[in-house]
């Protein structure tokens, strides 16, 4: 509630927002350091690649990674991975993109992970390479892609095989790690979403993951245009010349050890195809005090901050129940169960309805369950929204 002002000002009403860190509802809200931090980083200037190489430092230190750089977000980092896995360290073909010709450009993708997010790989200039038939999650079968499968599909083509990170994916990761690095092939991880368990900044990599791409603005806390790509660190490098402004005399660059891989290049090469995803230096310094943040606090410190939240709203409708978050653990919800999915629509819709409007998790919508996610609630708002619920659902 504190700065509703500069939204009223524009004529923009802002929100309550108990659904979680989605994009459409403009992800989460910053913690009074992040905030601050990035105050302070609009004040002065640097060079881009020095603090690009600070991230690096700062991701390498939170998930073990090589190297890894701050973009304006997890698909604009799945981008700039698809490009690296492309394009190597070779300026020339960094200026092609999108134009993958002669490159190695097949994504491999298992056909139950595809998403619209994996537009990224596309966008670089990569082809999307279908494996798989997801027959039990149609229903008729029992069997998704299988290990073979993949392996079969990759050919000197292969750019790389894509694996979206979430519980249940078929083959695991290891497996499709195993497979693919036989074949010398990298693997690039969309895990955007897959925090808390911090353990996951971690888990991908050391699972095989050549590349992880996470969102900033979601679970880290982060702004919201942020994101970061982690992983090998010529990977890394190879994404960083495509999103850095190269612009100088050519002498000017040395890269900094953090992407020593750059200096391998035969010469600089133009703006590349990740400018369009560029993070400034605000966001980047963000994105480093909130990773730090969200990697130091305790866990259990941060479900009970969490928890708190729902406590302070959870009587205000009858047999509402506190259920950890099923994909997310750490993660609790409020659950509130209705008679059936049009009961439950009425409430969602005369919460939104409001002033604020409140938006309640509808995921489940479909089975007469809405829920109130903790994670982008001020807590200056939780009378109101124990007001909203009491009235709309009460
Ligand atoms: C949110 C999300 C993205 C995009 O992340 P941004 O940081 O908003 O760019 C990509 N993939 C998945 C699976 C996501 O959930």
């Not at 980083?41 to 881009?48: L, P, S, W």
């Not at 394009?87 to 298992?110: K, Q």
């Not at 990759?154 to 790389?160: D, E, H, K, L, N």
């Not at 992407?259 to 400034?280: S, Y």
């Amino acid at each position: 509630m504190s700065d509703g002002g500069i939204y009223a000002s524009l004529g923009v009403r802002r929100i309550i927002n108990a659904y979680g860190t989605n994009t459409r509802l403009s992800g989460g809200m910053m913690a009074p350091e992040v905030v601050a931090a990035m105050a302070a980083a609009a004040r002065a200037c640097v060079e881009m690649h020095d603090l690009q190489a600070a991230a690096s430092r700062a991701i390498a230190e939170a998930t073990g990674a090589e190297a890894g750089i701050v973009t304006s977000g997890a698909a604009a980092a799945l981008l700039l991975g698809a490009a690296a896995c492309m394009a190597r360290l070779d300026p020339g073909a960094m200026n092609r993109l999108p134009d993958a010709t002669g490159l190695p450009d097949e994504f491999i993708v298992v056909r139950s992970q595809r998403n619209m997010y994996d537009r990224a790989l596309r966008a670089a200039g990569g082809r999307i390479i279908e494996v798989g038939i997801p027959d039990r999650l149609s229903g008729p079968g029992v069997r998704d892609a299988s290990a073979g499968e993949v392996a079969e599909a990759i050919t000197p083509r292969t750019a790389a095989v894509f694996h979206l990170a979430g519980e249940g994916a078929e083959p695991t990761l290891p497996e499709v790690a195993r497979i693919a690095h036989a074949r010398g092939v990298p693997v690039l991880v969309d895990a955007a979403a897959q925090l808390p368990p911090v353990g996951n900044l971690r888990r991908f990599l050391d699972q095989g993951a050549d590349l992880v791409c996470f969102s900033g603005g979601k679970a880290i806390g982060g702004p919201q245009a942020s994101g970061i790509l982690a992983g090998r660190r010529d990977l890394v490098s190879s994404a960083m010349a495509q999103m850095l402004d190269l612009d100088l005399p050519e002498a000017q660059f040395v890269a900094p050890p953090e992407f020593a891989a750059l200096n391998q290049m035969r010469f600089l090469p133009h703006h590349g195809i990740g400018r369009a995803g560029k993070a400034g230096k605000e966001e980047i310094v963000g994105l480093i005090v909130a990773l730090r943040h969200f990697a130091a606090e305790d866990p259990a410190a941060r479900t009970a901050r969490w928890t708190a939240r729902l406590d302070a709203v959870r009587d205000a409708v009858p047999g509402a129940a506190l259920v950890p978050d099923g994909a997310k653990p750490g993660l609790p919800l409020l659950e509130l169960r209705f008679a059936d999915r049009a009961a439950a629509e009425r409430a969602e819709a005369a919460l939104r309805a409001r002033d604020p409007a409140v938006h309640l998790d509808a995921s489940r919508i479909r089975r007469g369950v809405l829920a109130v996610n903790p994670i982008a609630l001020d807590d200056a708002d939780l009378p109101l929204l124990a007001a909203a619920l009491r009235e709309c659902c009460g």
